[in-house]
């Protein structure tokens, strides 16, 4: 399993940057192009590629199976669990100004956040179990096969 | 050029050539949609349509064979219907304001609104993010209820019948 030695070394660098760049993403999505979704897409991504170059298995270990089943459920619940909140404090459902009542500006802000947080970790969990779903079921592939 | 990558998807056999080559048609459609300035939905669509479905279509791909068996049938009916819609949507086109117009229904419904109620309703730079995550919540919601039950879908489907299959090899 000493092989593709290149790739792996590079996979590594890689990951760590990607998953920076999931969080940037995340977080900056107010000031920048992107948002949950896209940030979402981006850390399973690199997730993927952890699979992909080094082995199925590896990738489960670092993050099992029922982990990402329950990411992609919390996400819902998050988003939702914001709409609940502004209910039960008195306003509409999804109103950010429930958030922070005296600064509406800021309600809207940490809404924002809290809710794209939500669409993210749902995204990055149902991306990493389509991955799962697919590649459990491959047979392991050799190298001279492609 | 993004005819010229949907032709030869077209005209390959090996279907390896086949992923590989719909991601550089993402990646090109992408730079279409910076290009129109869209460049939230270019970043979906290079994290998306080039990452993501590149690499589902290879797991996909080493689930069945590695080339396209010969159609079966004549290929003049679907060529038919492809170039009837084709040409449909085309005269469709004929229709639609000029590239960069100010008076286009797009920029004088409600878009300006939006820009102009955003900024002091909000306080957040990015107007996209605004209408999605705020104006549009609930919308949102909807769309992530969508993937998650994709999601959801998606291991219901495989790894059921991977199950089946190993009762039925218990049978044997």
């Known amino acids: 399993m000493r092989h593709h030695l290149i790739l792996r070394v590079i996979t590594k660098l890689l990951i760590g940057s990607i998953m920076l760049f999931a969080l940037y993403v995340q977080f900056h999505g107010d000031y920048s192009p992107g948002g949950g979704f896209q940030a979402g897409v981006i850390m ?78 749902t995204v990055t969990g149902v991306m990493v179990t389509i991955y799962y779903a697919f590649t459990s079921r491959t047979p392991i592939m050799d190298d001279e096969a492609w | 050029m993004l005819v010229a990558t949907a032709l030869a998807v077209v005209r390959t056999q090996s279907l390896f050539a086949t992923a590989m080559l719909s991601g550089v048609f993402s990646l090109l459609s992408a730079l279409l949609l910076v290009v129109l300035d869209a460049v939230d939905v270019a970043f979906t669509e290079a994290a998306v349509g080039a990452g993501i479905s590149t690499v589902l279509m290879l797991g996909t791909l080493a689930l069945t064979r590695r080339f396209e068996s010969a159609p079966s049938h004549s290929p003049a009916i679907p060529l038919f219907v492809v170039l009837v ?88």
């Open chain 1, 44 to 121: 399973a991504v690199a997730f993927i590629i952890y699979g992909v170059v080094f082995s199925l298995d590896e990738a489960q270990r670092v993050l099992p199976p029922w982990v990402v089943h329950k990411m992609a459920a919390l996400g819902v619940l998050i988003y939702a669990a914001t709409g609940v909140y502004s209910l039960f404090v008195g306003y509409g459902f999804l109103d950010y100004t429930a958030l922070s009542p005296d600064y509406p500006e800021k309600g809207q802000h940490y809404g924002i956040l809290l809710v794209e947080l939500g669409v993210g970790v």
């Open chain 2, 85 to 172: 819609t084709g040409a449909t949507l085309i005269y469709g086109t004929l229709d639609m304001p000029n590239f960069g117009s100010a008076t286009a229904p797009a920029q004088v419904h409600v878009a300006p609104e939006y820009l102009e109620r955003s900024v002091h309703e909000i306080g957040v730079p990015n107007i996209v993010t605004a209408i999605l995550a705020s104006y549009r919540g609930f919308d949102t919601l909807g769309e992530t209820a969508v993937v998650f039950t994709a999601g959801i879908g998606v291991l219901l489907l495989l790894s059921g019948l991977r199950r089946r299959r190993r009762n039925k090899r218990e049978d044997v």
